[in-house]
């Protein structure tokens, strides 16, 4: 007779299996986070843009800031892949493939926040078809396919070795994993697409004579300067992280103590084009862009704009980053690349915001500003939310059974990184 | 020779090949952008007198029945803007058809093209809704189908029949210069501006004659000789978007 369990029995394993450990909740919270977002997803579907609180006058909100926000940090993928694959710093390899597989998702967030955004989402593909080259919005779409694309074959080899595929699929892992011999070339076309996107995002809003405060060509600068700290930021603060909370995770504290020093002047570069930029735009009174500037620096942003932009996402990190003692602290390390990052989500929120609420009047011998305001709706914070939680689950998972946070060298790989050094 | 003129000249040099450059980047950009290719004898125009508009709105009614507008939607808006003379003065603001219109440029799939005659048009089966425009407008003239529009049109037909299809939710729309009476009364072999079939409803409409239609092109068109006749601006006339729509500001001479 085969052995049964009592029911009691079948409870007891069953909460020995199923009891929380730190991992459980955390993966029960992403899943209610994600369902609650999926849910408030299909009502935007069935619904339409009506339950957003965007409107004619702000028409942009929440979600495109998630959107900016989620790019910007997938700018460690092309600052590391350049750099292991064009200047030969081979040892930045293992923070490279951390990097590229962030990019990976953080550009799958982006697409799905689009896909929310906009109103016709059953179109998204007319871009690729119907050309404007003259829009910034028009490029914007070609590199966020393009830069997706490579991002995928940069990180098609995370996939292709695990031990999953290996079993499973042999051949297909094989050549998914020989994609390697790519990444020096995946890595200049990245460089490229990567530069491009971020400072067009910049430009995006630069480029529009309606709106003052955006109006200048320093934003185009601003994003890719401000995204080269953050993109490297939450790749550092995420391997950290993963050592942290996660045995068998190894990771060379070295390599991340420098990648952090170089977030660091990173930072000082990008307080300098800041200053200038938001310095210069004081030096006439200009309708709009004035009252403009008042509102982040004295209005209704200027706490985001004082205290989560210049004093905690730039002076505070600069400090701890560029001083070796305190950068050595993994603790005060993580505090500081977490600031940057919430420094970098308040930059493209108070610019969203700032060229949009401050609204310059086209009738005749006014030039005065009005102001309006915008608070997201329940259903765009709840898919915001659902969207953030599918980033973080897609991490957790890759961390725990992709292996995307592991600085052990890797036989097959140094022989392309061999082949690198000696072309360079 | 002493050596600042040779600078001078190699600047000079420099500088002209520059300008060469520069200048063919611009034709080129502006090639793919607001100016549309093609030709049209014609330079659809509107011209509204401030002196004579008193605000009643009927443009914006007509407006709403001829396009099939959704009640939440306004492609027509008349904004009080003052007084003069103890009487208040509006202006009445449709889409502006500008020369170097920034929707046209900024929309990343072509949805919205400026035809040779001067009129912005809109492909609404095109459009992804993006609302790009609608930041880049400087007039505020573009609206979003934020919702479906399945109800009856209360403007119809009080103030007119639909001739339009409706617009989907989630694209852009906004003023036509109502293209669709202009094109068939070409069609016809009616003048838009003179025959009332062939022109605007707004102006079809308006009570008092404060808004005209007509071609630039003909210079015996009304709105050619009012301009010629009137001093006259347009809004925002700094961004350099080249209005379509001249406005005759009011007089104390006019009002009485």
Known sequence: ?424 | MPPESINRRTFLKVLGAGTAATAGLRAAARASASETSGDSPHRWAMVIDQAKCTGCGYCSQACRAHNDIAPGIEWNTVVRTGELAGKPVYLPRPCMHCEHAPCVEVCPVKASTRRADGIVTMDYDRCIGCRYCQVACPYGARAFNWEAFTGVNPAVPEWGEPEVPRRPRGVAEKCTFCVQRIDRGLALGLTPGVDQAATPACAVVCPVGARVFGDLADPESNVSRLLADHPSYRLREDLGTGPRVYYLPAREEATG
């Open chain 1, 1 to 424: 007779m085969t052995t049964q369990l009592t029911s009691a029995a079948y409870v007891d394993r069953l909460r020995g299996d199923m009891g929380p450990t730190p991992y459980r909740i955390w993966m029960a919270l992403l899943g209610v986070l994600m369902a609650a977002g999926a849910v408030a997803g299909l009502i935007v579907f069935s619904r339409g843009l009506v339950v957003t609180n965007l409107n004619d006058i702000v028409p942009w909100g929440l979600w495109i800031t998630i959107d900016l926000s989620a790019i910007a940090m997938s700018a460690g993928a092309f600052l590391l892949c350049a750099a292991v694959y064009l200047l030969g710093l081979r040892q930045f390899q293992p923070l490279a493939r951390t990097a590229t597989y962030l990019g990976l998702i953080g550009y799958s967030m982006a697409v799905l926040t689009l896909l929310l955004d906009i109103g016709r989402p059953d179109r998204f593909w007319h871009a690729l078809v119907y050309w404007n080259p003259h829009s910034v919005l028009w490029e914007v779409t070609m590199c966020v396919t393009l830069y997706f694309s490579v991002l995928m074959l940069e990180a098609a080899p995370i996939f292709g070795r695990t031990a999953w595929m290996q079993r499973r699929w042999p051949r297909i892992a094989g050549s998914i994993q020989s994609l390697h011999k790519l990444a020096p070339y995946l890595a200049v076309v990245g460089l490229g697409l990567s530069l491009l996107h971020q400072s067009s995002l910049g430009a995006t809003y630069g480029v529009l004579k309606a709106r003052p405060i955006w109006y200048r060509p320093d934003l185009s600068v601003l994003f890719i300067v401000s995204a080269m700290a953050a993109g490297p930021a939450l790749t550092v603060l995420v391997s950290m992280l993963a050592a942290r909370l996660r045995k068998g995770v190894r990771v060379d504290d070295h390599l991340l103590d420098r990648i952090a020093g170089f977030i660091g002047w990173v930072l000082v570069g990008y307080l300098y084009f800041r200053f200038w930029d938001a310095f210069a735009m004081t030096y006439t009174y200009e309708p709009g862009r004035t009252e403009g500037l008042s509102f982040i620096t004295s209005g209704p942003l200027s706490f985001n704009f004082w205290v989560l932009e210049v004093l905690l996402g730039a002076i505070v990190p600069i400090v701890v980053l560029l001083h070796k003692p305190w950068r050595a602290n993994s603790l005060l390390r993580m505090l500081a690349l977490g600031l940057v990052v919430t420094g970098l989500v308040a930059y493209r929120w108070d610019m969203t915001m700032a060229g949009q609420l401050v609204i310059i009047s086209y009738l005749p011998q006014e030039v005065a500003a009005t102001y309006t305001t915008y608070v997201p709706s329940l259903i765009e914070i709840l898919t915001g939310a659902g969207i953030v939680a599918y980033g973080a689950l897609a991490v957790t998972l890759g961390i725990r059974h992709l292996g995307v946070v592991d600085h052990t060298p890797e036989p097959e790989h140094e022989e392309i990184l061999e082949s690198v050094a000696a072309a360079a």
